[in-house]
């Protein structure tokens, strides 16, 4: 077959003179597929399917709001002859870290970019871990409440005291340095190293009745900075549409939690002190009334007012059970001092 005869089957016209080829009547007006609208929609939405997919699905597979109670702190986190108390600081902050990943300084490009619950309750840990810390560094780590600060518990509370939501890239200056969880790792090295210098006696830790005192008195500071938090919440009720109700609900229930876990390991600790001041009664309405915090899991967190019949308001009760666990605490700091 000539190529003339190939031409003329395939509907290929040559133009006189410069050979030019003549598009074929069956191609004529049809649009490339990024011209066409339908097309071009069609790619949009499947775009759009797979980032709500990958976000949605993916926030909800990852979402781990870890509140176990049972939680105990195990090696390196707690040497033989070492504080419970210590320990169990770097063991939460171990497990939010390094077990569960760190959540809050993750940035668009991670599926968890855009989940807030667990953000949120892992930097209620962290706030109440750190308030534990200035307390034992200001306080409890020195001979008497004398004496230079442990240098191990003066880093650490320094690693912790570093912002939460900072990723490799940052928006500020210096925009380009080490990420949150960089520092919270550095801490919680220290705070194992501390603990580790207690079990060897080579460092202050001195469970007596005033360093107990101190240490409750702050955790009940920690939680009446939680307890304002909900009362300025409430005070623009936005019922089941409040986006912003389970930011502080699960931020609060986060301090609660790591509060309940360093009072059950401090209540070893101080075992003998508790018993011969008779306030075990106390201390166990005090970590009740923080288990009943804990043991809230609303499937949405909604912030109705104060007359709703049909809104509940779950800020409203997680801060009635946060007031009376700060009552016993005063109630407990009380029988300490007498």
Same mark, same amino acid.
């Given at each position: ?96 870290? %390094? ?20 953000? %949120? ?69 220290? #705070? ?11 460092? #202050? ?76 009664? #106390? ?56």
């Amino acid at each position: 077959m000539t190529w003339a005869a190939i031409k003329n089957s395939l509907g290929i016209k040559s133009s006189s003179g410069h050979g030019d080829v003549a598009a074929s009547p069956a191609l004529e007006g049809k649009k490339p597929w990024f011209k066409d609208v339908g097309s071009r929609l069609s790619v949009l939405i499947a775009l759009f399917a797979l980032t709500q997919a990958y976000y949605g699905l993916g926030a909800m597979l990852l979402s781990t709001i870890d509140d176990n109670i049972s939680y105990r702190p195990s090696t390196p986190d707690l040497p033989a002859g070492g504080s419970q108390a210590v320990a169990m600081v770097s063991a939460l902050m171990n497990r939010e870290v %390094n077990v569960h990943g760190w959540k809050p300084s993750q940035p668009w490009l991670y599926a968890s970019a855009y989940m807030d619950n667990m953000p %949120n309750y892992q930097q209620g840990i962290l706030l109440t871990s750190r308030a534990f810390l200035l307390e034992m560094k200001d306080y409890v780590a020195r001979l008497r409440g004398t004496g230079g600060t442990d240098p191990d518990l003066d880093q650490a509370f320094s690693d912790f005291s570093y912002a939460p939501d900072v990723w490799f890239f940052a928006a500020r200056f210096p925009f380009l340095g080490a990420s949150s969880p960089h520092f919270y790792r550095d801490g919680i090295s220290h #705070v194992r190293a501390y603990n580790a210098r207690v079990a060897n006696h080579q460092a #202050v830790y001195e469970p007596r009745v005033d360093t107990l005192s101190a240490v409750i008195n702050r955790l009940s500071l920690s939680l009446g900075d939680a307890s304002n938090d909900i009362k300025l919440r409430m005070a623009s009720p936005g019922g089941l549409l409040d986006t912003k109700a389970d930011d502080v609900f699960y931020r609060t229930k986060g301090q609660a939690y790591a509060a309940l876990m360093l009072l059950q390991a401090m209540r070893q600790d101080y075992d003998r002190i508790i018993r011969d001041r008779a306030a075990a009664n #106390v201390w166990a309405a005090m970590s009740d009334e923080l288990k009943s915090i804990v043991n809230m899991k609303p499937f949405i967190v909604s912030n109705g007012s104060s007359d709703s019949t049909l809104v509940a308001n779950h800020l409203a009760i997680e801060g009635v059970a946060l007031e009376r666990a700060r009552q016993r605490m005063r109630e407990l700091q009380n029988i300490l001092q007498q």
